[in-house]
């Protein structure tokens, strides 16, 4: 990126030393040479490791003794082998996260690895991993959590010190890091100093992100900072990069690389056009549900083409991804998550390998000031530091790719010149049909990088694009065509409440091949021919078939819980929803048991019993919190019982907190320590992220 800042300068020397055209102004806010570098990574993996892995958590309290972390076989080698193998160009490791466990023997604290049994306390995560990044030739960043479970001084300035002290040994320590990330998890709940208590702090102005920022800039000048903005007068001082604006990996359409710094910020996701403040999004997602390794989730590792529509709604709007692999208790990569990673690596390859429009010939209606600097085959030349541009006072210009003989193609990528801020409002892509054109394809915003994904294949001899609205004249980098391979597309795979399950597809020449063994479907599985029974716990898996040339979908997965046919809620503290319960048990998320009544509300513990019908063989439970994207009574702390009469219950089979609800507001699954025998279970909410009611949208069991 050092290319681009040098090529914006030495166009604008050169213009004015040879009476040449000069480039077009800057508009807005443009990113720094630093964040320039980080937008041409595009995409990094996140490494979610540390006592949560064994303990099976993903918030864990601080409680945890520092030799719960044992890795049986750590290989940082075949960790970042894996994530180079699925073309990721860097690799941010979670140093510390919220139990406040050190991942390095931190000479600050003794909550960390130099007092776990592993390498006999001599173990360096930190240095282990960032070494194989270099030997592996990818870049490599920390995430040191400010919130920290475990820390007696955490609320006081005594910690903001240790904190300073921790992040100043990582970035003097350990190489160059290219990114820090933060997190905004702040204060609760945890066991600070050994002594089990709530600490609230303010995330903007306890930590002194100001100062914490200025050491980075020190030691690290080159490092972008995730988030970690405070207040400044009547400003908001931002950092290099920003939040997305969920877990799942996407970002907003459109997606403002500029923020406004007036303002509080409201829409991390889209962004502010017309802000102030270069700080462009970026996209989090896990490759599993959760972001620590649990083994449950072995068979819900996100196949090639989820991370490939992951790819789309977030590079392609202009943001950046940062994909989470887990390492498991072994401190390896699992198998499932390595085969995922490589089928991804190999789609984007097969995808964006050949540019059908490098062939081209590129036309435009105007070119600034009939200069071939600006000439619209810079387009189509693979360099990003070349871009068309136009006079000023052309604003909605229009730019031709022209072949020979016509190509057929799926994706469209367009990328703007960023040294010289995002430009363009409007788009609109056309194709010559029939002797006229014909739209295809619209939308707004482009900055790095915008891709448009056809859901069928186009064959024609000419292309075009239209600026249809632009706060300033273009100055386009790259207009690109792509076939993205067509695959079969995945079955569905549903199950009613009696355990019935039916598998379905979308193509009519095709059928499914499945299994219920927790083996992959091959050809000679079983084929669907009608609904099956599953009423235990299980995992189905399926694929689609072509009849024709034997062509599989990649897999479908879903784990079920015990099916609930028999069962039926005998008790329940309160229910405002009027199902008595009921809504927690009716496999539909849509439906709720909640204790929010009209004329105010019935605070927890809040709880509901539910007769199973038989006794059954118990090895955990699930719980679904409310999908409908608001946080009131969202349950995330409990107490789980199971009992033979539905009456006596003795101590809490399992009790606990369901962690990082708020931005991931997945399934969450609690496995007992060891296997127990129950007709009934109770369920107690007995906190809730939001006022003060309990909501719970479904709960299943898991058994034997």
């Known amino acids: ?33 630093r964040q320039l570098a980080w937008h041409e990574m595009e995409l990094y993996g996140f490494l979610h490791f540390g006592p949560n892995t064994f303990a099976g958590r993903e918030w864990g309290y601080g409680d945890d003794k520092p030799d719960i972390f044992q890795p049986t076989a750590f290989d940082a080698d075949q960790i970042v082998k894996a994530v180079k193998d699925g073309g990721l160009k860097g690799l941010i490791l979670t140093a510390k996260h919220h139990d406040g466990y050190c991942l390095w023997p931190s000479k600050f604290t003794e909550h960390s690895v130099k007092n776990s049994p592993w390498k006999d306390g001599k173990g360096d995560v930190v240095k282990e991993i960032s070494e194989a990044c270099k030997r592996h030739g990818i870049k490599f960043g920390v995430y040191v959590s400010p919130w920290d479970r475990n820390h007696a001084g955490y609320g006081q300035a005594a910690y903001v010190e240790y904190y300073k002290n921790t992040i100043t040994e990582l970035l003097s320590n350990y190489g160059p890091v290219f990114e820090m990330w933060f997190d905004g998890a702040c204060g609760g709940d945890g066991w600070y100093g050994g002594q089990k208590g709530q600490r609230g702090v303010d995330y903007n102005t306890y930590y002194d992100w100001k100062g914490i920022r200025e050491i980075i800039r020190k030691l690290q000048p080159q490092c972008s900072i995730w988030c970690a903005q405070y207040q400044e007068g009547s400003k908001i001082v931002y950092a290099d990069c920003r939040w997305g604006g969920s877990e799942g990996g996407d970002v907003g359409d459109p997606c403002w690389s500029a923020l406004d710094s007036s303002k ?35 068979h819900s590792v996100k196949t090639p083409e989820q991370l490939m529509n992951i790819y789309f709604s977030c590079i392609g709007r202009g943001g950046n991804l940062i994909l989470n692999i887990p390492p498991d208790q072994r401190g390896l990569i699992h198998d499932n998550d ?45 360099k990003r530091e070349t871009y068309w541009a136009t006079d000023d006072e052309v604003l909605t210009p229009e730019v031709v790719l022209e072949f020979d003989k016509p190509v057929t193609f799926n994706v469209v990528r367009l990328r703007e010149y960023l040294p010289l801020g995002q430009r363009v409002d409007d ?71 009696t355990g019935l399950v039916t598998l379905s597809t979308e193509v009519g020449s095709a059928d499914i091949r499945y299994t219920v063994d927790g083996s992959e479907p091959t050809l000679g599985s079983a084929a669907y021919v009608q609904p099956f029974p599953l009423e235990k716990s299980g995992t189905v898996k399926a694929r689609t078939v072509s009849v024709k040339d034997g062509a599989m979908s990649e897999v479908a997965t879903a ?5 609930k046919a028999k069962w039926k809620v005998v008790a329940v503290s309160n229910d405002a929803s009027g199902m008595n319960g009921g809504g927690a048990i009716d496999d539909n998320p849509s439906t709720l048991w909640q204790t929010h009544p009209t004329d105010g509300e019935l605070p927890p513990p809040q709880e509901v019993v539910v007769d199973m019908g038989e006794e059954v063989e118990v090895r955990g439970f699930t719980y679904l919190p409310r999908q409908d994207n608001c946080f009131h009574g969202m349950t995330d702390q409990y107490r789980f ?16 907190e369901f962690g990082n609800l708020r931005a991931n507001p997945i399934k969450q699954t609690v496995n ?20 003060n009611h309990i909501v719970v949208a479904e709960l299943g069991m898991i058994g034997r």
């Open 1 to 33: 990126m050092k290319q681009l800042c040098a090529a914006a300068m030495s166009l604008a020397v050169l213009a004015g030393l040879c009476g040449a055209v000069e480039p077009p102004k800057p508009f807005g806010p443009v990113p720094s040479e």
């Open 427 to 497: 788009w609109a892509l056309d194709v010559w049909e029939n002797g006229a054109w014909k739209e295809f394809a619209k939308g707004s915003a482009i900055g790095n990088c915008r891709l448009v994904r056809s859901t069928q294949m186009i064959t024609a001899d000419k292309v075009r694009l239209r600026i249809t609205k632009a706060a300033a004249c273009s100055a386009l980098s790259e207009f690109a065509l792509f076939a993205e391979p067509v695959k079969l597309a995945l079955p569905t795979i549903r199950r009613d409440m």
């Open 559 to 563: 784990p079920f819980d015990l099916a």
């Open 672 to 691: 007992l320590p060891v296997v127990m025998k129950a007709r009934y279970f109770k369920f107690v909410g007995t906190h809730c992220l939001e006022r």
């Open 641 to 656: 019982y199971l009992g033979a009469d539905g009456k006596t219950w003795g101590e809490p089979a399992a009790q606990g």
């Open 264 to 298: 509080p910020k409201e829409n991390w996701s889209q962004g502010d056009r017309g802000g102030d403040v270069w700080c462009p999004a970026e996209g989090d997602v896990s490759i599993r549900p959760g972001w620590f390794y649990h083994a449950e989730e072995d």
């Open 338 to 382: 390595v085969k995922a990673l490589k089928g991804f690596h190999a789609l984007m390859e097969q995808t964006f390998g050949t540019d059908l429009a490098k062939p081209a010939k590129v036309t435009a209606a105007n070119v600034r000031g009939n200069d071939q600097t600006y000439a619209p085959q810079n387009l189509t030349d693979g």
